[in-house]
């Protein structure tokens, strides 16, 4: 499989070309409004001393880390600002690969593109965890396949292209496979807005030094091009306190720091979003997820319910999720998906459906006459 | 030496923590205004649709591309948008190591710091060059230097932090020896827009498939905060075209893209900028170069006048350009500039000060009094 360059500019490249119109149920990103204080922030930014226009310190804005450290429960100095999920993945697993001897990375399988082809990047070893039909991620499968060799372990939940959410169960469990191993759980919760019953739990919660924890406001703000994120690194004073100033001078030498309109913005709507804006999110969503998935009945497919995130994986019948037939669906149905097998062979047979278009219903619609 | 962490942020926190007014002379922040057309697009931004506010293309937004392309007279494709000079310089050095079995970067000294941390992040074998007495790099001492092990020869011209801008026949040179060596120039040409005389050309001008030319809006547009570099690559069709799609692949994988208000804001600028802007800039430089040097001549220390870039580089009688040095420069004059050690050897006895304040003058009378 060739995860090295995420599929998603492809299929949103074509589905821009079609010659007709198309419900885009392709990328991660929202399509509802980001909260007005963003606006504000961004507004008031624009008439800033030019002092404010300068570099800000390396790891992020005091005032954003202070504000992000306060809501994990964690001390400033291990949170270091980055330039989206993206950014904090990539500090992770490559601090990750720097401290042991262990080339190997632990995934699930369906995968989020962006991790295998890290692991491509960086020569690693990419082995992966099949999870069950319904997303879920069973850790005894995890400790089988883990080994001396294995450097980190990269989940994602709420996940993308799943919908499932571990339980802290699952979570607890993948904490001390980590700890058992020398390994660090790179646990990825950029979707932990999204989440539509009382299940999730941030892996922070185990209080492991095993663990970096990595977010970003991409989505809970619906800021998916503003690239900022952030990373909790284990306390410096712990067994793997080296990873925190390692990753550090990594974001200096790549980085040097993040966009600061952009992080100036991030802090205005953190601090001045009231929590209706969120839960507003997470109604649109269900309201969504039941319009589509009552249209996948009609269409008599298999699908997955998410319980998070903002995706929906459908089976239809004779219609395995290749490029191919994604192409033709856009060209016969007027919907752009992606193809199941660019996260892994466990989807192949799959479609995904990202709930990021007031068409659902109308995608949903199209889908169940092609299908007919 | 320790280049792994620049030493900037350590003097700027000495300086902000001093019990006394200082003069800060330490960094590279321009201290001023951006040009108006920069507001105005931050303004008008944050009104834009919701779509505008998600994942611009990775490797920047087209209209971007293209402004850049048409100013290099380059084709687009070859053109990377990064979060600043400092990704572009990453991807640039990073696919110059991976192209080659070479593992050898060649530098000059004084060296900009970030450039011998990274050689060291990349576990490169970092070999200096020495430049003369005004800052000038003698083609000659790096073709003596460079082997077939050599992957890449990094410069900066106009030059952080001698003031030096190489005259064509140097870049020309460097250009063979790159070529010869089937290695990559890199060419870091952020200060092209702080140059004093006519005597710049950029590495582009060569035509050559082993060139890198990178840049930022970091300084032009006084933004260093932004992180809106670029980096153009070999043409994909040429000898070297790998570089471009590998370099395209890292930035996808680590950054995902770069922050879209600022390169939406650095667009309008572009666009809307009228020469003048960077002609008064240049003459304020111009200016404090002069009161500046007017007060060293009286303080009677030994200085290279800036021909280019925005630091003035001065040697104290029995001061050498230590970190112990420095802090006392700002405990007891109230100026605070760089080690010269921090930028390599053939430095250690002097002292970088960076115009990037309106009281250029009064920090020289400082001097001039400390040092009588």
Chains 1, 2 share one sequence.
Request: cysteine-free.
């Amino acid at each position: 499989m060739d995860y090295e360059t995420p599929q998603f500019f492809r299929v949103m490249r074509y589905a821009a070309r079609a010659d007709r119109d198309v419900v885009d149920m392709v990328s991660g990103n929202p399509d509802w409004e980001p909260p007005a204080p963003l606006r504000e922030g961004l507004r008031a930014y624009a008439d800033a001393d030019p002092a404010d226009f300068q570099y800000p310190p390396s790891p992020g804005l005091d005032a954003l880390r202070d504000e992000i450290a306060a809501r994990r429960d964690v001390d400033r100095s291990r949170v270091v600002v980055t330039n989206g999920a993206g950014e904090a993945n990539h500090l992770a697993t490559t601090g990750a690969l720097d401290r042991t001897e262990g080339s190997e990375i632990l995934m699930t399988d369906p995968v989020y593109p962006y991790y295998a082809g890290r692991a491509n990047l960086l020569d690693a070893d990419a082995r992966y965890v099949p999870v069950d039909e319904t997303g879920q991620l069973d850790p005894a499968d995890v400790r089988a396949a883990a080994s001396e060799d294995t450097a980190a372990v990269v989940v994602n939940s709420p996940n993308n292209p799943t919908g499932a959410v571990y339980p802290p169960d699952t979570v607890e469990a993948l904490v001390e496979i980590a700890e058992d191993y020398d390994a660090v759980l790179v646990a990825d919760e950029v979707y932990d807005h999204f989440v539509y019953d009382d299940g999730f739990e941030s892996a922070l919660a185990h209080d492991s030094d095993h663990v970096v924890a990595t977010n970003s406001f991409s989505k809970s703000l619906a800021i998916t091009g503003f690239r900022v994120g952030y990373a909790v690194f284990p306390p410096e004073d712990g067994p793997l306190g080296g990873m925190l100033d390692r990753a550090r001078t990594r974001h200096m030498l790549t980085n040097v720091t993040g966009s600061r309109p952009a992080q100036v913005a991030v802090l205005r709507a953190l601090r001045d979003t009231p929590p209706e804006y969120f839960e507003r999110n997470r109604d649109r969503l269900r309201e969504r997820i039941d319009a589509f998935t009552d249209a996948l009945d009609a269409a008599g497919a298999e699908y997955t319910t998410p319980r998070g995130s903002f995706y929906v994986m459908a089976r239809f019948e004779d219609y395995p999720g290749t490029m191919d037939n994604v192409e033709r669906l856009v060209d016969e149905a007027g919907v752009a998906g992606m193809p199941g097998e660019a996260f892994g062979e466990s989807r192949a047979d799959w479609l995904r459906f990202a709930l990021v278009t007031p068409r659902v219903g109308e995608a949903a619609e199209r889908l169940a006459d092609f299908f007919a």
